[in-house]
């Protein structure tokens, strides 16, 4: 085993923010969950005391809502009037879904995450056909209406050629919506290359669960706000009762009544990513990831994808998650492999110690 790791050396890489997180566990989970930083941790517990204390300030977190939304928005290149702010990408892919005429035909990818295709299969009059992610780009045909495909698959880490298939689907006249949940933090994005994006923001962001965006293309006539709430007027504290009018002239017209406690967190995660940097953080991770491969390939075990992104997939491991965890490293079972992901967080001894769990077989 010794020699084994001693091969797929490239370089000693601690964690890229010392002192910011506190594991108890060896954690290389992301691709479920992110750690979340201690600072995030600590904002919310003050931002609980002023809701618990009736505070001043207690009522309104919109000057939080939309400092995320900023945030966000320079981190997948686009203006920030055209982010949305929620809290979960099914209700966003579910007003896609909505937003189509029927009879409309989505594309989706074989595997993808349920949040993303399914609301088009429960949308009824729509057609969604499925076809493997490879060909996804050349199965875009006259009658597609969208195609809905992840950047980077949740089940095996695999990175979705989104170049060829906005591509595609702009040579046909179709829209692209692009889930950069296991994307957004460590792989580069340009939003502004597809119609419609849509991500969480307690992945490789950081934050709590109860934080999702969309990006809408300028012209907001693309979507119908169904669920159109007092948050959505532009001056939202003068039409919150009867009908809101007018509705906001940004995307904060598809926004939800965001769990505001959640916004508090993701701040930090958020500004963390800023601070680093994609490049940096995505070179920090494709390289643990890497020598995850290495050690895995050394094992007689096959790895998946076999290069170039943070998460990696492993078949044929027995106790895939259970047995790890025995030994203090959290991983995921997904679709019947070992999943495991490289965050910022992690260092080359995190990924020594899930090789060594691995090696006792």
């Known amino acids: 085993m010794d020699g084994m790791i001693a091969s797929a050396d490239s370089g000693w890489m601690e964690s890229l923010a010392p002192g910011r997180f506190a594991p108890e566990t060896v954690y290389l989970n992301t691709a479920a969950t992110g750690l979340l930083p201690t600072g995030a941790a600590a904002a ?10 009736g505070a001043p300030g207690n009522v309104d977190f919109s000057a939080t809502v939309d400092a995320a939304r900023t945030a966000y928005a320079r981190l997948v290149g686009v203006p920030a009037a055209r982010v949305a702010a929620g809290g979960s990408v099914a209700v966003y892919c579910g007003l896609v879904a909505q937003s189509l005429p029927a009879g409309a035909e989505v594309l989706v990818a074989e595997g993808d995450f349920a949040s993303l295709v399914n609301p088009f299969h429960t949308r009824p009059g729509l057609r969604v056909r499925t076809v493997p992610l490879e060909r996804l780009a050349e199965e ?12 980077v698959q949740s089940a095996d880490g695999r990175i979705a050629a989104l170049g060829a298939i906005s591509a595609a689907a702009r040579a046909y006249g179709a829209r692209t919506l692009v889930d950069v949940s296991q994307a957004a933090g460590w792989f580069p994005l340009d939003a502004a290359a597809h119609d419609f994006t849509v991500g969480v923001g307690y992945k490789w962001l950081m934050g709590p669960r109860g934080v999702a965006f969309l990006t809408v293309p300028e012209d907001l006539g693309a979507l119908t706000p169904v669920f159109a709430g007092w948050v959505t007027g532009e001056d939202p504290w003068l039409t919150c009762y009867g009908k809101v009018e007018p509705l906001a ?10 769990a505001v406690l959640s916004y508090v967190g993701a701040l930090h995660g958020l500004a963390l990513v800023e601070e680093l940097g994609v490049e940096r953080i995505g070179a920090h991770d494709r ?42 490293v959290q991983v995921s079972a997904r679709a019947g492999r070992l999943r495991a992901a490289f965050h910022l967080y992690n260092s080359t001894a995190d990924v020594d110690r899930l090789l060594e769990v691995l090696a006792r077989r």
Do not use: Q
Not at 44 to 53: K, S
């Open 44 to 53: 919310m517990g003050e931002a609980i005391g002023v809701l618990a204390a």
């Open 140 to 151: 875009v045909r006259p009658d597609t209406a969208l195609v809905a495909v992840s950047a």
């Open 249 to 258: 002239s940004t995307a904060r017209r598809f926004d939800e009544n965001v």
């Open 287 to 328: 390289a643990l990831a890497d020598r995850f491969r290495a050690g895995v390939v050394a094992l007689g075990l096959t790895p998946v994808p076999a290069e170039g992104s943070a998460i990696v997939a492993v078949p044929g491991v027995r106790g895939a998650a259970e047995r790890p965890a025995a030994a203090g």
